[in-house]
């Protein structure tokens, strides 16, 4: 039973490929956003330098999963949901843990397409020296966002139609990259907003980020890392008892 | 609650209600295991809740059911299982042998694709894209997904609705392949003649509750007696009079009676009116069999 489990995992992660890739339309905007934003920040604008490319490559690092995780599930879930799909999943014997497994390292590998062109711009581009350990921390830290997203995500995609998830989840993606100080640091935000960037997650990721490539914080004091790692723990833990809610909810 | 031995489906006094509405109303239902068990009613009566309580998708009100002797939604029993059901549609992207592939690989012995494909004829039509697909081409594969698995237990919810005839009778092919090979599938319809033609038994069920549930030859025999059709000078009124009719109703230039006793309604009719015309004596359709008993129901 266990190799069952494993066999429907590759089968499911199979066709999470094959319906991406069919529909490039959808996952290229977020691959190619993110990279995007961070070479005109980077390169385009004035006082540019090692210093804000290093900066940016923590904060656009976040920015770039963000798409694919909130995307993928909450649009993707939502439409599969619609049309009954999911139902059908739920009759059958389809191991769920298999379904959202699938969806999980499909969405690694796309946050992985997102974010490699941001860090070949950050190494070769803008020169930027770190310690491999730093740039493969850095890395483990960026793929480790999805799953807060991906959850938020999960929870959208289960109480939204598609075409509401695909507004909420615009909504999220945009207001948590940019309330979260992943476009402009927080520090520039007027207090009211400072502190309310501190709740998103967006935020304590970007600060740990921040703490790997050894640039400032955003808060304008010291921080302290492992606060920030208890901080995005905790919320993670809240995240994914709310999409088990969501999901639970189903069964009425 | 004790799992009777060999049934497959087992419910007790199973209600669901839906804030004020009662979908399901203490449903007792047995199902052995085997045979062919068509569920029929007209749409809200029952029978997709039924179906929907029966796989775990929602939570009964309060009552029991026993899945293989399992609480419904359990993975072993699920594993036991194949469905088709009303509105699911599949992703689009995918194409027939993907989609069935994927849901081979949930199941510990399934039949081989190329067979299944074979069986529901869509060996020419595999590599497209699902949402290539016509109406009837869809629900073929949706029920390719239900037999994959080769499952003890089939559910089939309106398998037919909107099918073209080829394609329908292709699934009643099928349908009684896998109840000769000894699996039990259970089906919903409100097409009468469905019923009749596969099903082994019957449940009639109206307003979330069962009115009948019999072998079909019973089902058809409760409306009782024969249809008399002819042409006649007699009103309705005197034909009411006459020996055990039951009802009259008239369809164009016919008249069609239904009686109890045919041979002492056929003396009266004739010692009426011996110009009585184009005499026809048939046995009721499961259509009237059915009318007959939502009748006696909703006068109960």
């Not at chain 1, 995609?157 to 979260?180: H, K, R, T, Y």
């Not at chain 2, 029920?143 to 909107?162: K, Q, R, S």
Request: some cysteine.
């Amino acid at each position: 039973m266990k190799y069952l489990s494993l066999n429907a995992f590759f089968n499911e992660c199979g066709a999470e490929i094959l319906k991406a890739v069919r529909a490039p339309e959808y996952i290229l905007p977020t691959l190619i956003l993110p990279v995007a934003f961070y070479a005109l920040f980077t390169f385009a604008l004035p006082n540019s330098g090692a210093n804000s490319a290093r900066y940016l490559l923590a904060t656009y690092g976040v920015f770039a999963v963000m798409g694919p995780a909130i995307f993928g599930f909450g649009v993707g879930v939502a439409n599969e949901r619609d049309r009954g799909w999911l139902k059908l999943k739920r009759a059958s014997p389809a191991p769920s843990a298999a379904y959202i497994g699938a969806k999980i390292m499909v969405t690694l590998i796309f946050a992985s397409l997102a974010l490699i062109p941001i860090y070949l711009l950050a190494g070769f581009g803008a020169d930027i020296t770190m310690a491999r350990s730093a740039w493969f921390m850095l890395f483990g830290l960026h793929l480790l966002s999805v799953l807060p997203f991906a959850l938020i995500g999960l929870t959208l995609g289960f109480s939204f139609n598609s075409n509401g998830a695909i507004a909420v989840s615009n909504i999220f993606f945009l207001g948590m990259a940019a309330l979260g100080g992943l476009w402009i640091p927080a520090f520039l935000f007027p207090t009211a907003l400072q502190k309310f960037a501190t709740t998103l997650p967006s935020y304590q990721l970007a600060e740990i980020a921040l703490a790997i490539v050894g640039a400032p914080s955003q808060s304008g004091v010291d921080r302290i890392p492992m606060q920030n790692l208890m901080i995005i723990a905790i919320m993670t833990i809240v995240l994914a008892g709310l999409a088990i809610w969501a999901w639970s909810r189903q069964r009425n | 609650m004790p799992a009777l031995e060999g049934h497959v489906i087992h419910t007790t006094n199973l209600t669901k209600k839906y804030g004020k509405n009662t979908a399901l109303n203490n449903v007792n239902i047995e199902v052995g295991n085997s045979g062919i068990t068509a569920i029929l009613g007209e749409n809200g009566a029952g029978k997709t809740t039924f179906i929907h309580a029966c796989l775990g998708l929602i939570k009964a009100t309060h009552g029991q059911i026993s899945m293989f002797g399992l609480p419904p939604g359990k993975l072993t029993s699920r594993r036991r299982t194949g469905v088709m059901l009303q509105d699911a549609d599949l992703p689009d992207l995918l194409t027939p042998r993907e989609h069935i592939t994927l849901f081979a690989s949930y199941y510990p012995a399934p039949l081989s694709l190329d067979d299944v494909l074979d069986m529901c004829k869509l060996t020419t039509l595999a590599d497209k894209k699902y949402g290539k697909l016509s109406g009837g081409q869809k629900r073929r594969v949706q029920f390719a997904l239900a037999i994959i698995g080769n499952p003890d237990l089939v559910f089939l919810d309106e398998p037919t609705t909107g099918l073209d005839t080829d394609t329908r009778r292709m699934l009643w092919d099928v349908v009684r392949k896998l109840a000769e090979d000894g699996r039990t599938v259970i089906l919903t319809t409100h097409y009468l003649e469905e019923a009749d033609a596969l099903a082994d038994r019957i449940i009639v069920m109206n307003a979330g509750e069962i009115i009948a549930d019999a072998p079909t030859p019973e089902i058809r025999a409760l409306a009782g007696g024969a249809i008399i059709k002819c042409v006649t000078n007699l009103s309705v009124k005197a034909i009411h009079k006459l020996p055990d009719v039951k009802s009259v109703r008239k369809t164009g230039r016919f008249v069609e009676i239904s009686t109890q006793n045919q041979a002492s309604t056929l003396q009266g009719l004739l010692a009426a009116d011996i110009n009585a015309s184009e005499l026809v004596v048939k046995k009721p359709s499961l259509e009237e069999a059915f009318d007959q008993i939502i009748h006696n129901q909703e006068q109960a």
